[in-house]
């Protein structure tokens, strides 16, 4: 007797959402940029460090 295997497909996975899990949780991650900012992924990493530095991190 043969047995026969079906493979299911999954969808291909949405453009920004990736999944995260951590521990016993699995997280849903949605990541978006705008298309109006004139500020580049650098340009913001280098002033968070700077306001990180100079104390002006949000909430001091």
């Known amino acids: 007797m043969q047995k026969t295997t079906t493979a299911v497909k999954e969808p ?7 999944m995260k899990r951590i521990g016993s949780t699995n997280y ?7 298309k109006t900012s004139r500020e580049t992924a ?9 306001n990180e530095t100079t104390g002006k991190a949000a909430g001091e």
Do not use: A, T, Y
């Open 42 to 50: 650098n340009d913001k990493i280098i002033r968070m460090i700077k």
């Open 28 to 34: 849903r991650v949605n990541v978006h940029f705008s």
């Open 12 to 18: 291909p996975p949405e453009s920004g959402v990736f």
